[in-house]
């Protein structure tokens, strides 16, 4: 197709990242060549680290999604780097992150690194009972099925719900030197939450913010999380300091917005968007959990009112995610600690435009951020 420029090409490219490093296929050196032809068939070689490289397709399908997003047609070839380019990336790589080193910011908040945790996404709403818990559970599961190392770490102190959806009540959590050892869920999920300390789950947390804020700030760095592709974050509801101690005290990447029709909710969901903005987190995008809901009949029906999420992202100049029907079986499989037997186009759908968006964060809004909370605000 006429119209796909080389340079066009480049720009997408450099959004595509890998999800082990958090950095660009561009940065990496892993694109070798780059012919837009006149019938617009775009050819790419892709250099993989090595052969056995287990993100293969992964990234040959992010190059192909960019291409053809600019209307190109792609005709991607893979090949294995050399010896010596691998080492050129390696240091590359160990330049851009150096260690998972752990600041203090001006203010004393305690900002965390990244260790070997490659993209931290959070999922929240300002809003409670929107269905956050659920919508962070399916972006594990689904990322679990895509072949991902995958963490969850449940904020909500007060509320903790992802035990409960993973079936992981009763199970023992131990430590192994200084740290937490997180549970495993039946697909090799790794969970922590505040249930899983507790003799009574159904016991309450009365706890003041100061604790609160403590414990989320254990869950991320006295946890052995290990080497993650992705640690998804169940966020608690509201913009209290549960919610921006997530956001200031964690290396969040991006966020992920949940509403659901009411207005109410997307007022509220409006101001948790402006929080984040102003917390400089980015936004992954919106979606619209409870959107409709299908009849046995097959009839279509709104219980919450029509859809509006889409219009609400424009609105903040956001993505939108997609919409997510009202689903029973949603319900009774997160209440029955079955969440991973859950299966549904749309929230696969949802989460794959997540992994892209998520792809898309330059690694360098994480390191602006992390320097910014470290000299305080109106550092550059
Ligand atoms: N699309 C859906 N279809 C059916 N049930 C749903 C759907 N989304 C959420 N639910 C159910 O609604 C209830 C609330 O969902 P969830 O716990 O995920 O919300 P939340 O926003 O995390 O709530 P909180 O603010 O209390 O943390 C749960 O019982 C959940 O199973
Ligand atoms: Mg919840």
Not at 258 to 266: C, T
């Amino acid at each position: 197709m006429a119209g796909v420029s080389r340079e066009a090409v480049l720009d997408a490219l450099s959004r595509v990242q890998d999800p082990e490093l958090g950095m660009s296929v561009l940065e990496l050196r892993m694109i070798k060549s780059v012919e837009v032809g006149q019938d617009g068939v775009v050819k790419v070689v892709l250099a993989l680290t090595t052969e056995a490289c287990p993100l293969t397709e992964t990234l040959k399908h992010d190059v192909e999604a960019a291409i053809s997003e600019l209307g190109g047609k792609p005709s991607v070839e893979l090949t294995v780097m050399t010896k010596q380019e691998l080492d050129e990336v390696t240091a590359l790589v160990r330049k851009r992150y150096g260690d998972g080193a752990t600041y203090t910011t001006s203010s004393s908040i305690p900002v965390f690194g990244h260790g070997d945790i490659m993209k931290i996404l959070a999922v929240g709403s300002g809003k409670g009972g929107v269905g956050k818990s659920l919508m962070a559970a399916m972006t594990a599961v689904e990322l679990r099925r895509a072949g991902f190392d995958v963490g969850i770490l449940d904020a909500d102190i007060t509320g903790a719900s992802v035990s409960e959806a993973f079936g992981l009540g009763g199970m023992e959590v131990v430590a192994e030197g200084n740290k937490i050892v997180p549970l495993q869920t039946k697909s090799g999920i790794k969970a922590i939450s505040m249930n899983l300390f507790m003799d009574n789950p159904e016991g309450a947390v009365i706890w003041r913010g100061p604790l609160v804020t403590k414990a989320i700030q254990q869950f991320y760095s006295d946890v052995a999380w290990g080497k993650l592709h992705y640690l998804i974050i169940d966020m608690p509801p509201g913009t209290s300091d549960a919610a921006i101690t997530v956001f200031q005290s964690l290396p969040v990447d991006g966020v992920v917005v949940v509403s659901s029709p009411q207005g109410v909710a997307n007022l509220i969901v409006g101001k948790f968007i402006n929080m984040a903005k102003t917390v400089k987190v980015p936004v992954i995008g919106l979606v619209e959990n409870m959107a409709y809901a299908r009849c046995p009949c097959g009839d279509v029906i709104y219980p919450f009112g029509h859809p509006s999420g889409q219009e609400t992202a424009e609105k903040h100049g956001i993505p939108f995610l997609g919409e997510l029907p009202v689903d029973s079986r949603a319900a009774e499989l997160m209440d029955a600690g079955h969440i991973e037997d859950y299966a549904s186009r749309e929230f696969q759908e949802a989460v794959k435009r997540i992994r892209l968006q998520a792809q898309m964060l330059h690694p360098s809004n994480r390191l602006r951020r992390d320097w910014q909370l470290q000299v305080g605000e109106g550092g550059s």
